[in-house]
């Protein structure tokens, strides 16, 4: 069946280069002119080629593209034909384009020319003219490479890539303006694989929906709002969190935090969005590409970090935990994804996530056994002081130790022998200017935010002074003695408390007390 189908093809192909014989009448007698077809009459009087013949005409549809009258122009040109079932084979592999209508816009029929350009060669090429492992420069830019094995010749494209090659079946075809050699493929240049692979790709976005342990990543990046940017044109390199890190993460926040729909409030949609971004790199990177260093996310001012770790790469970001790469280049229309095993924490989630588990200034003091007389006068006042320390801030308080206050009520006499005898409203009120004369309002000052000499208004309206001897920072209130800071900075949820040696006295308590 095979040396019959031989047969029929090379008869067929007899007829495409045979001789037109035509008789002119003059004084001499009859001339025989013999007229020779060029490479697209030759395909065009083969049955088996007329799908290539279709495509040259198809792409020709584009403005400013001329195949056939290229082809059919005085060359030398080498063309690698392929037959018809070539072409059904390409158009059975592609998604996009099921038969050469499909190819309908201008983009499209580019395309198509570029496939057709990548088979000629300006140049004219028997077989015999033909060496293993020779590379031919096409018209369309890229080369092919030519295999030879005993009688067998093969063309290969995407140079180097371990792929089959095609056979050319009916070679060293004699044309007026070059040779034609029948091959058994459509060969691919990069640009168009490149091209189909872009055109049939699914967006990072379509990737994570149909992703099942991103079923999670998929609900943040919908509640955060982020579904168009991610299907925008990108490119964009997404480090991918699976479900079970996200699941890490809310365990890690506790139990207000038991899935995505406690993110409620607009500062946690803001967080989760800002925690979604820096997940992304504005640009195209493999796993080829990784290297070691910072890197800058979509998330503005912020930077991942790649760090080496043995043969592969660990991403760091402003945790001490370092996620590891579970899956890598997984290819996308508008870029690249590769999975980790944890959620990326910027600067800012981690304050947030300290914030969950840090307590208020009224909490800290009352979790300090040295603060219990403080926690007493703040509810003795009975001026709202417990609520206002427990607001949100922030506050800068210079919380008196017990024993400060122990000393205070020395100083008072016999009257005071403890808190309790605050008990009348002036008294109570006299407490309470004591106690404001402590905070600050609206800053969480660290003792690295303090300088010598500084004066700082507290909320009782008169100022206290800073004083800083040998790294000791001491505060300077209305009486002769001054106040030592013994434990600085610790910080709340609300601001920060620096506790202190001594009870600061206001010039108004000193004259209160004055006439007592």
């Known amino acids: 069946m095979k040396k019959i189908f031989r047969i029929k093809t090379l008869f067929l192909l007899a007829i495409v280069s045979m001789i037109t014989i035509s008789c002119d009448n003059d004084d001499d007698g009859d001339d025989i002119v013999i007229q020779q077809f060029n490479i697209v009459q030759t395909a065009q009087n083969s049955s088996a080629l007329s799908s290539l013949v279709a495509a040259l005409t198809k792409a020709d549809e584009k403005a400013g593209t001329d195949l056939i009258g290229t082809l059919s122009g005085t060359g030398p040109f080498t063309v690698f034909a392929p037959t018809n079932d070539a072409f059904t084979a390409l158009l059975g592999s592609l998604e996009a384009y099921n038969s050469l209508d499909d190819f309908t816009t201008d983009e499209d029929k580019a395309l198509l020319a570029s496939i057709l350009t990548y088979h000629v060669v300006a140049a004219s090429a028997l077989s015999s003219d033909l060496s293993d492992g020779q590379n031919l420069t ?24 371990d792929i089959a090659a095609a056979v050319v079946s009916t070679p060293n075809i004699e044309t007026s303006n070059g040779i034609v050699h029948v091959i058994d493929a459509v060969l691919l240049p990069q640009e168009v694989i490149d091209a189909i692979n872009a055109a049939s790709a699914k967006s990072l976005v379509e990737i994570v929906v149909e992703t099942e342990a991103l079923s999670v990543l998929e609900a943040a990046v919908i ?54 971004l820096y997940h992304v790199i504005p640009a195209k990177v493999l796993e080829a590409d990784l290297s070691s260093g910072e890197v800058s996310t979509a998330l503005t001012d912020n930077k991942i970090e790649v760090i080496a ?58 979790e300090t056994e040295d603060l219990s007389l403080l926690v007493d006068a703040l509810v003795q006042a009975d001026a709202g002081l417990v609520d206002v320390l427990s607001g949100d801030g922030p506050f800068t308080v210079f919380a008196p130790t017990n024993a400060a206050f122990a000393e205070l009520l020395d100083i008072l006499g016999n009257d005071y022998n403890s808190l309790a005898d605050f008990d ?93």
């Open 138 to 161: 096409t018209v369309q830019g890229e080369q092919l490479t030519v295999g030879i094995d005993g009688s067998t010749v093969t063309i290969k494209d995407k140079q180097g890539m």
């Open 309 to 366: 770790s043995g043969n592969t790469y660990v991403i760091g970001d402003a945790s001490d935990v370092d996620a590891e790469i579970t899956g890598t280049d997984i290819m996308a229309s508008n870029g690249v994804a590769h999975t980790i095993n944890k959620v990326l924490l910027p600067q800012a989630a981690i304050d947030f996530v300290a914030s969950l588990t840090a307590k208020n200034i009224v909490e800290t003091a009352q």
């Open 424 to 516: 009348t409203e002036d008294e109570k009120s006299l407490l309470a200017k004591v106690l404001t004369y402590h905070v600050v309002s609206g800053v969480a000052a660290l003792s690295t935010d303090l300088s010598d000499g500084q004066m700082i208004e507290t909320v009782q309206e008169e100022s206290v002074e800073i004083n800083i001897k040998n790294d000791m920072v001491h505060i300077i209130d209305a009486t002769d003695e001054n106040a030592t800071v013994d434990l600085p900075n610790v910080e709340t949820s609300n601001g920060v408390v620096h506790v202190i040696d001594k009870v600061l006295l206001p010039q108004e308590v000193l004259d209160l007390i004055a006439h007592m």
């Open 223 to 276: 509640k955060a709002n982020l579904v168009d940017t991610l299907n925008g044109d990108g490119p964009f390199t997404v480090f991918a969190p699976t479900d079970d890190a996200f699941t890490a993460l809310l365990d890690a926040l506790g139990d207000d935090y038991n899935s995505l729909d406690d993110f409620d409030t607009e500062d946690e949609m803001n967080l989760l969005k800002d925690i979604l």
